[in-house]
């Protein structure tokens, strides 16, 4: 009789097996309407960037958008604003769901064929969603519709290599201080010591999030220091060329000394007003809660300078963007619809609406319920526009002098840099304490992110090899010296190329190009200690 | 007669140190009602609190209101609510059923499997089970029972991992006399009428216990329920929910509101505990300990 | 070690005689292990020797069955159908049917994946007319895994039922060659609901319990032998495979590799430290204070007894998700606490709560016993009661004081009683996650210990850190399976400890 039990579990089992069924052999698809191989256009700076041929879009598409819960209704009416107005065809059938920024990554990541088609995210976010191929690239065409529409600074949040893989939405992800002109007066927000002094005075708090490596990189940045990231186009992080460990470094340092050792202090970017903070360096995003706790005595500005040794630096901030993703589709259609709709989302009108002053009760619609959300454009057009600014922006924008593109950033370094600070506070502010802090970073720095010497030694191919111009290694392997491409390549003669170390031009082999003189198929092959090359036929 | 008046100023001594000792515990006692009052009275408080939104550093609100019930009533919440409400009735239902299964039936059957399927179950019990997030968040998404559909799901998941959970009944249904089944049988009931006729109303305790703990498990669950409707609105819970309004860019304008969903989850299930508290003690003195 | 006999054992002190128990068990380990070598030994020899017999009993069945049992090697159930059991060999009948489906739509292919896990990663199409990229997915690593294993259990399931099909032919034979009937379907369904009734009521948790716990457990523990993580998702980007046991040399060796110039395992070890001593601490914080509690209501002359529970209780009754997300908020640098203290002119800077290691180990550890304090009451109230009034009348009469009783008569029987309840206790809060994540989330982070497996705060558990690791920035589950067998090591070891020396200590101890 246990054989019933045994079956009714089987077949329990089984069915749920059933149910599931297999989904790994299915057939890919051919790629459509690949015949003409033409290049895309380049783009002008219309609102959008149609797919050349007048390829038939029109239909209607279902599409989840995942933004932040402040902008779910504006995206709604934006969307339904884009049915009535394109004139392809599109409709879109929407589903706006609530997720912030800063978990779109982590959601997307953790299943990519149940996340949002479309979805706003912070650019730190890039690499890892590039990684987990949850973000689809751009094509030719709305690269240059990128190139043309955005301003600079946003550009570089939306590559990785050469390759754009998001949309600019916001250029407003950077940090300048908010005061209570109560405390300090207007004479002295150009001065950080000023500022600590009016602070301790009168026992209040100074918040600046310097446990962060967001914030305390921008100490660095103000004496000049770098930090300089290295990705290839699949994401991949190559390497860091930094040098917080120097003796700007250390200047940077005692700055950072001087709050932290200060009773003042708080490590925090919050809206820290009603907690007796009289300056809060944060950014847009809070704008509407502190003008709402400080009223009449709001202030806002750019960041001041410290003075170490009699000279003075304006203190750094990074400039970041927020970014619309696309996730990649097995439907060329839908993903050239999705594209016009990220350019629509993206473009003048839509980063208008958003900007609008939420403090002022402006709306884009005459709606109050959709309240302008504060946030400044990476189109160019609308940053343009007076219609778009606030004080905070303002604020922002005159920062965004002292600024860095924030580039693509490992995760880890993060974690890694946010320490100088706490080594800082910890010590007894000696030039040696600060220096032991420096050095410590470093090390970890290059415990993790070192390109390994493998790496570095490395020779690839490049040239004007299998269809690349110039702009793709191939890998090589190597037997003592004698090097031999991975792949064999088939080249007409005159095909130009060259065999390089570390994908760098330091060290490259022969001084002039290689020129092939039979056209063939040939691995090709590099002796490192005499700098020859010759070619194999492949059979 | 002396030993007599020693006796009584013993006792009255006894009295007096009785009373000095009754006065303490008194006031400790009032000191941790109130410690642990505190917050639920702050929360429902905060939640009329209408002119800011954000924390403050007073309790009693400058002006009284219901914006914040209304901010609820016009969000998601509604959803939410339900959401977790099913869940909650489903499971309290098939998760009583399954643990009083396994717990009845290795409480009063020896059978040849039984010690190893306990000791199997101890073992299975010892790993994490935060990990199986992963792989049960993937068996959903293949049966089409994450997101949206994340209610049925969750409820799957909640419902056929219960039968680990049988300890606490277990512990109970042994301390019902085993006589009673034996004569039962004797009379030639069989095992599904002594179950049914004789055990059920001798368990009523633990049953109610089983059916309130069910019930109340998903209004906290968190973690998993996320993981499952992650990015879907219309498939959170209320914890999932309400757990984003507390998040750095969100609580300066969703704190109270926060406060004021807590009251609207807390009531239903508070009062619903109360009342059963009786059962609800029983069960955790019958089976936790004995388990 | 020296051994000691009965007689000398019962002279000892207690003190004296706990730790000779704990000597004895560790003195005792080597002997454990060599025989359990021995065990497995001998259950290699009788399992294979078991093997053997089922494989001569298949091929007698056969050679001696007749040509009904012969056929129902092929034909599950056509044996039982032939002699009149309609409903058994039915049921035999569909599961091979279904399982031969099954193998031909689709269990044959995750099988003969398993070992790879996956060929074919995504590609990726450029469609110059429409200007967009285009991802088509192929093999997909953790489906296969997954499905793979299902397949697996049901292979395994099939051999069982068919094994048991023909056991099933050769007892009917005998039965009819006897004389005897055989079981009407009528009594196959009655059984299940008297003699075999425990089938009956087990078949549905089991199976819930074997699809939803075991079968991921089993996952789990495979999945720390590839090198799946964020960059090698199995589906999106890169397929995963198997490492073997790279995965753990990573976890154990004591070279760097974590990023913040600490090794995994020395991150490892400071999370296990403190998650024992949170263990330690929340169990016996709470068990202390719950019964001094649950005596102090219970104390002759206190009034009001059903009011203090419940009051108290109601820490029980509102979901953890809002009131520890409330206390954690009421506490923070700009909450009530802070901000009233402040308004009040008590303190000038808000008191780290959540920033300072200590005050946030301490503040868990505190809101923990407010949290948990209700439920021990609970339990210890009953316990009390039950404790045998006329054992504290004699101490009284004795002269024992309160401090005296408590030790003598209450503390004991109350440990004899709970101990299982303070293993399980004890366990259970070295898994605590809903604590520790909706109090601090771990925060405030723990510099040297954070790294490539992302953020490591000071108030961490072994469960949060794994949770961290899956979501963090490099999601490395691999690591996260490495760390969850390891937590599993820990508890099943503590576990092992407790149960063989606890028991010994209670049985000494005498309450009549």
Same mark, same amino acid.
């Given at each position: 009789m246990k054989k019933i039990l045994a079956l009714v579990m089987a077949l329990a089992m089984m069915l749920m097996l059933v149910a599931c069924g297999p989904a790994g052999n299915q057939e890919s698809q051919p790629p459509q309407g690949g015949g003409e191989q033409t290049n895309a256009p380049q783009g002008g700076g219309e609102e959008t960037q149609p797919p050349q041929g007048g390829a038939d879009l029109s239909g209607t598409y279902d599409v989840t958008i995942w933004c932040p819960e402040a902008a779910v209704e504006l995206t709604k009416t934006q969307v339904a604003n884009f049915n009535s107005s394109n004139t392809m065809g599109i409709t879109i059938n929407a589903t706006v769901e609530p997720v912030s920024e800063a978990d779109a990554a982590t959601n997307m990541i953790t299943d990519v064929s149940a996340g949002g088609d479309l979805y706003f995210f912070a650019q730190d976010q890039l690499s890892r969603l590039i990684q987990a191929g949850a973000v689809m690239k751009l094509g030719q065409g709305a690269a240059d519709y990128v190139k043309n529409n955005c301003v600079a600074s946003s550009l570089v949040a939306a590559k990785s290599g050469d390759d754009f893989y998001a949309y600019p939405l916001t250029a407003d992800n950077g940090y300048f201080m908010y005061y209570d002109k109560s405390v300090i007066p207007e004479e002295h927000v150009d001065s950080f010591e000023d500022i600590i002094a009016d602070c301790e005075a009168a026992n209040k708090q100074f918040s600046y999030e310097l446990e962060n490596a967001w914030y305390n990189a921008g100490v660095f940045f103000a004496t000049g220091c770098h930090s300089d990231?290295?990705? +290839?186009? +699949?994401?991949?992080?190559?390497?860091?060329? +930094?040098?917080?460990?120097?003796?700007?470094?250390?200047? /940077? /340092?005692? /700055?950072?000394?001087?709050?932290v050792s200060s009773p003042i202090y708080v490590n925090s970017s919050n809206a820290d007003f009603a907690s007796g903070s009289a300056v809060v360096v944060t950014g847009v995003w809070n704008y509407a809660t502190i003008k709402s706790q400080l009223g009449d005595n709001f202030g806002v500005a750019d960041l001041p300078s410290f003075t170490v040794d009699g000279q003075s630096y304006h203190l750094y901030s990074y400039a970041g963007c927020k970014l619309l993703g696309v996730k990649p589709q097995s439907d060329a259609v839908k993903g050239a619809v999705l594209n016009q709709l990220a350019q629509y989302l993206t473009g003048k009108d839509c980063s208008l609406q958003r900007a609008l002053d939420p403090v002022e009760g402006k709306t884009p619609d005459g709606n109050p319920e959709n309240g302008g959300l504060g946030w400044g454009p990476a189109n160019t057009e609308a940053r343009n526009d007076p219609a778009g600014t606030n004080p905070a922006l303002a604020a922002l924008e005159e920062q965004n002098k002292y600024s860095i593109s924030q580039p693509n950033i490992h995760g880890s370094w993060w974690d890694i840099a946010k320490v100088i600070t706490t080594d800082i506070k910890a010590s007894d502010g000696s030039d040696e304490a600060l220096k032991a802090a420096l050095e410590k970073y470093e090390e970890s720095i290059k415990a993790v992110f070192d390109v390994t010497d493998e790496i570095r030694n490395a020779f690839t191919v490049i040239g004007k090899v299998n269809g690349s111009d110039w702009d793709v290694d191939f890998e090589m392997t190597n037997d003592g010296d004698i090097w031999t491409s991975k792949d064999a390549f088939e080249m007409e003669a005159g095909t130009e190329l060259k065999c390089r170390q570390g994908k760098s031009w330091d060290v490259a082999y022969p001084a002039e190009n290689y020129v092939v003189e039979t056209a063939g198929t040939y691995y090709v092959q590099l002796n490192a200690a005499t700098g020859e090359i010759t070619l194999v036929p492949a059979e | 007669m002396s030993k007599n008046e020693n006796t009584l100023k013993r006792h009255m001594g006894l009295k007096a140190a009785n009373r000095i000792s009754n006065f303490f515990v008194y006031l400790l006692l009032i000191v941790i009602s109130v410690v642990w009052l505190i917050p639920f009275i702050f929360i429902v408080l905060q939640s009329f609190r209408v002119e800011s939104t954000y924390q403050v550093g007073y309790v009693i609100p400058q002006q009284w209101g219901f914006d914040n019930y209304l901010k609820l009533w016009n969000s998601d919440f509604k959803v939410w609510y339900l959401n977790t409400f099913i869940i909650a009735l489903a499971s309290a239902v098939l998760i009583t059923v399954i643990q009083l299964c396994m717990s009845y039936t290795l409480s009063r059957f020896r059978f040849k499997m039984r010690g190893p399927l306990m000791r199997f179950m101890l073992i299975l019990g010892m790993f994490p089970g935060m990990l199986t997030m992963i792989i049960l968040y993937r068996v959903l998404s293949d049966l089409g029972l994450t997101q949206a559909n994340a209610v049925p799901g969750l409820i799957l998941v909640g419902v056929a991992s219960s039968g680990m959970g049988y300890y606490v009944s277990k512990g109970f249904f042994d301390t019902i006399p085993k006589s009673l089944d034996e004569a039962a049988r004797v009379d030639g009931a069989t095992r599904f009428q002594v179950l049914y006729k004789i055990i059920l109303p001798l368990a009523k305790p633990i049953v109610i216990y089983t059916i309130l703990t069910a019930f109340m498990g998903p209004w906290g669950d968190y973690v998993f329920a996320r993981y499952v409707a992650f990015g879907t609105s219309s498939g959170y819970n209320v914890a999932v929910g309400m757990y984003s309004w507390l998040t750095n860019d969100q609580i300066a304008r969703m704190y109270t509101t926060f406060c004021a969903g807590g009251v609207i989850v807390a009531i239903p299930v508070t009062i619903l505990f109360l009342c059963l508290q009786k059962y609800y003690v029983e069960g955790v003195t019958g089976g936790a300990v004995k388990g | 070690m020296k051994q000691y006999s009965d007689l000398e054992f019962l002279r000892l002190s207690k003190w004296q005689r706990f730790t000779y128990k704990i000597a004895a068990f560790f003195c005792g380990i080597p002997k454990a292990i060599a025989s359990l070598f021995w065990t497995v030994v001998n259950l290699i020899k009788t399992g294979c020797k078991k093997v053997a017999d089922e494989f001569m009993d298949i091929v007698t069945t056969f050679t001696k069955g007749d040509w009904k049992t012969k056929v129902s090697f092929v034909v599950m159930g056509f044996g039982n159908i032939a002699r009149g059991q309609i409903l058994r060999g039915l049921l035999f009948l569909a599961f091979e049917a279904v399982f031969i489906v099954y193998m031909f739509a689709g269990g044959g292919y995750w099988l003969s994946m398993l070992g790879t896990l996956g060929i074919q990663g995504p590609t990726q199409d450029y469609d110059p007319l429409l200007d967009a990229y285009t991802t088509h997915y192929h093999d997909n690593s953790f489906k296969i895994l997954l499905y793979g294993v299902l397949t697996i259990f049901f292979i395994i399931a099939f051999i069982y039922t068919w094994r048991t099909n023909v056991k099933q032919n050769k007892l009917s034979e005998q039965i009819i060659r006897s004389g005897k009937k055989l079981k009407s379907g009528k009594d196959d369904l009655r059984s299940l609901v008297d003699d075999q009734f425990h089938k009956t009521l087990l078949a549905l948790p089991l199976?819930?319990?074997?699809?939803?716990?075991? =079968?991921?457990?089993?996952? =789990?523990? &495979?999945?720390?032998?590839?090198?799946? $993580?964020?960059?090698?998702?199995?589906?999106?980007?890169?397929?995963?495979?198997?490492?073997?046991? $790279?995965?753990?040399?990573?976890?154990?060796?004591?070279?760097?590799?974590?990023?913040?110039?600490q090794s995994y395992s020395a991150t490892f070890g400071e999370i296990l430290t403190w998650t024992l001593i949170w263990a330690f601490l929340a169990t016996f914080t709470n068990y202390f204070l719950g019964m001094f509690v649950a005596m102090m209501i219970n104390k002759k002359g206190i009034k009001l007894k059903k009011l203090w529970r419940t009051i108290l209780v109601l820490t029980v009754a509102i979901p953890q998700f809002i009131s520890l997300l409330y206390v954690s908020k009421m506490f923070a640098r700009n909450g009530l606490i802070n901000l009233a203290l402040m308004d009040l002119g008590w303190i000038s800077q808000p008191l780290p709560f959540w920033e300072d290691p200590t005050w946030a180990r301490v503040s868990v550890i505190a809101i923990n016993i407010w949290i948990g304090i209700p439920y021990l009451m609970l339990i210890t109230t009953g316990i009390l009661m039950n404790i045998p009034a006329d054992l504290y009348e004699s101490a009284r009469i004795d002269g024992a004081n309160g401090w005296q009783q408590y030790t003598k008569i209450t503390l004991p029987y109350m440990l004899f009683i709970t101990g299982p309840y303070l293993?399980?206790?004890?366990?259970?809060?070295?898994?605590?996650?809903?604590?520790?994540?909706?109090?601090?989330?771990?925060?405030?982070?723990?510099?040297?210990?954070?790294?490539?497996?992302?953020?490591?705060?000071?108030? $961490?558990?072994? #469960?949060?850190?794994?949770?961290? #690791?899956?979501?963090?920035?490099?999601?490395?589950?691999? &690591?996260?399976?490495?760390?969850?067998? =390891?937590v599993f090591v820990v508890v099943a070891v503590i576990s092992l400890v407790v149960y063989n020396v606890l028991p010994s200590i209670k049985n000494e101890e005498d309450y009549q």
């Open positions: 990231w290295k990705t +290839d186009d +699949d994401g991949n992080f190559k390497g860091i060329d +930094d040098d917080f460990n120097s003796d700007k470094g250390l200047i /940077a /340092a005692k /700055a950072i000394y001087k709050l | - | 199976t819930g319990i074997l699809v939803f716990t075991v =079968m991921p457990i089993v996952f =789990m523990i &495979l999945v720390a032998f590839t090198n799946y $993580d964020g960059a090698h998702n199995g589906y999106s980007n890169n397929l995963f495979t198997w490492v073997g046991l $790279d995965n753990f040399n990573t976890l154990l060796s004591w070279q760097g590799g974590n990023g913040g110039g293993l399980t206790s004890f366990t259970g809060n070295m898994n605590n996650f809903n604590v520790i994540y909706l109090l601090t989330g771990g925060a405030p982070t723990n510099p040297a210990a954070s790294g490539a497996a992302g953020s490591v705060g000071y108030t $961490d558990l072994l #469960i949060t850190w794994l949770f961290k #690791i899956t979501t963090g920035a490099e999601s490395q589950y691999y &690591l996260a399976s490495v760390v969850g067998i =390891m």
